[in-house]
């Protein structure tokens, strides 16, 4: 009976740092530290790397459509190209980590029964989150107020821009009778006041300094060096991938929305059709 009802916690941790070591291959704690710091900052630059690749492509999608501006007859195809673009950086920075709180104490070492203790790399806090995943934490509270705060991100972050952008497709694409109706050049033109994507980036910016300051300040007060305690604190807190790519997109949208209305002038006063048209006339300077 002794045998079948005895437990050991130090049995758990055995088995489950056995499993850990397996998994990653290795055979010491030292070992399994340093792989993972190694992963974790080759998916760091990973994370980077694809980043600029797909501000560059957008940039490069610009570009191209500035050298094919006189093409008149192709400038629906490149606005559709643009805005695909526009979803894709849209639905990548709403579900990309935004922002991470990361805080640690680095070293914390203390004299107990004449024997020096160490502790090292001990995590205080740690949070990341995309912009969805900040949406769906404020739904999902039972306060009211937080529902009614998620409820008014999702629509005005997440809904009023994928409208706004399908309209601006539905108007370069469809007959002149539903490209000119009220609602799909209401989305197009106009729904920009509703479109408060531009202060979301200004409020998780906010967000960031504000938190940055506040565990500065409280870490601080952890940094203790003396005879009998020694701490140490650091801050790894940072802006993450889908801010800049969020951050792109709104500058984006912002071209896009004039590139939109200069297009659709040029193709009211003449379209495809009228090949003789000034184009650098009707598109202006973008």
């Given at each position: 009976?002794e045998?079948q009802t005895?437990?050991?916690t130090?049995?758990?941790i055995v088995a489950v740092?056995d499993?850990m070591f397996n998994?990653y291959?290795?055979?010491v704690t030292e070992?399994f530290n340093?792989?993972?710091?190694n992963?974790v900052a080759s998916i760091?630059?990973?994370?980077?790397?694809y980043?600029?690749a797909m501000l560059?492509?957008?940039l490069?999608a610009?570009i191209?459509?500035?050298f094919?501006?006189k093409q008149?007859?192709?400038?629906?195809v490149?606005?559709?190209v643009?805005?695909?673009f526009?979803?894709?950086l849209l639905?990548?920075?709403l579900?990309?980590?935004?922002?991470?709180?990361?805080a640690?104490i680095?070293?914390?070492?203390?004299?107990?029964?004449?024997?020096?203790?160490?502790f090292?790399?001990?995590v205080?806090?740690?949070?990341?989150?995309?912009?969805?995943e900040?949406?769906e934490t404020?739904?999902g509270?039972?306060?009211?107020d937080a529902i009614a705060?998620?409820?008014?991100i999702?629509?005005?972050v997440i809904v009023?821009?994928v409208?706004?952008l399908?309209a601006?497709?539905?108007?370069?694409?469809?007959?002149r009778?539903?490209?000119e109706s009220k609602v799909?050049k209401?989305?197009?033109?106009?729904?920009?006041k509703?479109d408060?994507?531009s202060?979301?980036?200004v409020?998780?910016?906010?967000?960031y300094i504000?938190?940055?300051?506040?565990l500065?300040?409280?870490?601080s007060n952890?940094?203790?060096q003396?005879?009998?305690?020694?701490?140490?604190?650091?801050?790894?807190?940072?802006?993450?991938p889908g801010?800049?790519?969020f951050?792109?997109y709104?500058?984006?949208?912002?071209?896009?929305?004039?590139?939109?209305k200069?297009?659709?002038?040029?193709?009211a006063?003449?379209g495809p059709?009228?090949?003789?048209?000034d184009?650098?006339?009707?598109?202006g300077?973008?």
């Amino acid at each position: 009976m002794e045998a079948q009802t005895y437990d050991s916690t130090q049995s758990a941790i055995v088995a489950v740092t056995d499993s850990m070591f397996n998994k990653y291959n290795v055979a010491v704690t030292e070992e399994f530290n340093k792989s993972i710091t190694n992963r974790v900052a080759s998916i760091q630059a990973v994370s980077y790397q694809y980043m600029y690749a797909m501000l560059g492509c957008v940039l490069a999608a610009l570009i191209l459509f500035w050298f094919m501006r006189k093409q008149v007859h192709i400038q629906p195809v490149l606005i559709i190209v643009l805005l695909l673009f526009a979803i894709i950086l849209l639905a990548v920075g709403l579900t990309t980590s935004i922002l991470e709180v990361d805080a640690r104490i680095k070293a914390l070492e203390f004299e107990l029964l004449g024997q020096r203790v160490a502790f090292e790399n001990q995590v205080l806090f740690f949070q990341s989150q995309s912009i969805f995943e900040i949406i769906e934490t404020l739904i999902g509270q039972s306060k009211p107020d937080a529902i009614a705060v998620g409820i008014i991100i999702f629509l005005f972050v997440i809904v009023f821009p994928v409208l706004k952008l399908v309209a601006g497709g539905i108007h370069i694409l469809s007959s002149r009778n539903i490209a000119e109706s009220k609602v799909v050049k209401y989305f197009t033109f106009h729904s920009e006041k509703w479109d408060m994507a531009s202060v979301m980036v200004v409020g998780i910016l906010m967000t960031y300094i504000g938190l940055n300051g506040i565990l500065k300040s409280q870490l601080s007060n952890l940094s203790i060096q003396n005879t009998f305690l020694t701490s140490t604190t650091v801050n790894y807190s940072s802006l993450q991938p889908g801010f800049y790519i969020f951050l792109g997109y709104v500058v984006y949208e912002t071209v896009l929305h004039k590139i939109l209305k200069r297009v659709s002038r040029l193709l009211a006063d003449g379209g495809p059709s009228n090949p003789n048209l000034d184009s650098d006339q009707a598109l202006g300077t973008i």
